[in-house]
Structure formats: C-alpha cells, structure tokens
C-alpha cells in the first residue's frame, strides 16, 4: 500500500536553530499538508499546497515557518530560529483530491532543546 | 472559528459493546467529516470519511452526518480489545482539515 514517508523519524535542534523536515508525499496525490502535535494534545493544522503553492494556512503558520517542493517528489516544511515551544510531533499527510481523506505519513517528532 | 468538538473521554466498553463517540463541528462549510483512529504515538488513520446526511456503514462501523445539529458519530460493533485508540473527529472546507481533540476509547477483554 502506499506510503507518505517522512524523514527524520527524530530530530534534536538548539534553540534558535533552523530544521527542515523532509516528506515524500503518494506520487499521485495533488494535495499536501503538514500538521503538528504538541505531546498530548491535539492535532493542529499548520499548511495545505497544492499547485505549487500555500492554498490554506493556520494561524499558527506565521514567517517561522515555510513550505516547499523543492523536486517531484518531496515536500518540506523549514522552520527558522526553533523555539522550546516547537517542540512536537511534525506529521505530514496528502490526498488525491480536494476534501478527501488524507494519508499521514508517520510523523518526525521535534525536540527543541 | 472552525472547531470540532469531542468528548474527550476516556469511554469504557467491554469487549463485544458498542462503542458511541461523538462529535460537533462549528464550521458550517465544513464539506466533509473524517474519523481517524491514533494509537499512543504514532499517526493518524484514516477509519471512514462522510459526506452526506444519513448513515454510512462500513464493517463494524457505522458514521453518522447531520448537517443540520452540525453533529457526526462513530458506532463500532462488536468492539474488541484492538480498537482501544484515541478516535479523531475531523471536517474539511477546502483544504483545510481541523480535527477535535480525541476521544480515548478503552474496550476492556
């Protein structure tokens, strides 16, 4: 079955820092999403892309953060100058059409130290 | 706003019950509803998807839509041990996917 592969599974960053988190979206799919999760909490929203550009974005996707698809196949989300407070699960998800259901790929879990 | 609500639980069946979770939703262009089942740890997936009023039948599971109380459920049938998850209400309008906050489901053996 297809997957959505994200990489890493774990990153530790300083504060201050800049990570990017890597996603390989379903090749077929049009739509991509990145989504956080604060340790026990719920799933927040941050982006949607599609065709190449932000479609949807969250209140809490402000100037730290930034989205690309650098390539055909991968899709990152680049967060600049960490913070303790972006300390979470990162889970990146696509779909084939509009309004349908996403696949999430198995999440990069941010630790901000 | 474009929040979903759940009841956060936990909510205990025994083995073999059905197990009711529900969920509201204030975002009126919300288009589509997901449940998604997220066990400790790992990612989300994807249990059904609604569209339309009504019921949508699946296996042991059965979604619910009323758009007009802007209210969707999840029945599971014959619960077992193995569905113990957090379930994961969530709405789309365009794009923009907004989950609640989960519903922790314990099914005791």
């Known amino acids: 079955e297809p997957e959505v592969t994200q990489t890493p599974s774990h990153q530790v960053t300083q504060m201050g820092q800049e990570v990017i988190l890597r996603c390989v979206p379903i090749s077929n799919h049009l739509y991509f999403y990145w989504y956080r999760q604060i340790l026990g909490q719920k799933v927040e929203f941050l982006v949607s892309f599609y065709n190449n550009e932000i479609s949807e974005k969250s209140e809490i996707f402000d100037d730290q953060f930034s989205v690309e698809r650098p390539d055909g196949s991968n899709f990152t989300l680049k967060i600049r100058s960490t913070k303790l407070e972006d300390s979470a699960m990162y889970f990146c998800?696509?779909?084939?059409?509009?309004?349908?259901?996403?696949?999430f790929g198995s999440g990069t879990r941010l630790t901000v130290v | 706003q474009k929040e979903v609500e759940q009841n956060s639980g936990p909510l205990s069946v025994p083995e073999g019950a059905i197990a009711s979770l529900n969920c509201t939703y204030s975002?009126?262009?919300?288009?589509?509803f997901f449940w998604y089942r997220q066990y400790s740890g790992k990612s989300p997936e994807l249990i059904m998807f609604?569209?339309?009023?009504g019921d949508k039948e699946d296996g042991r599971f059965t979604a619910q839509l009323n758009k007009a109380s802007q209210y969707v459920s999840l029945l599971i049938r014959d619960s077992q041990p193995s569905d113990s998850a957090t379930y994961l209400c969530?709405?789309?309008?365009?794009?923009?996917?907004?989950f609640g906050a989960g519903t922790r489901l314990t099914v005791k053996p």
């Open positions: 998800a696509s779909s084939v059409e509009d309004n349908y259901g996403y696949t």
């Open positions: 969530a709405g789309v309008n365009n794009n923009d996917m907004r």
């Open positions: 975002d009126r262009g919300s288009q589509s």
């Open positions: 609604i569209y339309s009023n």
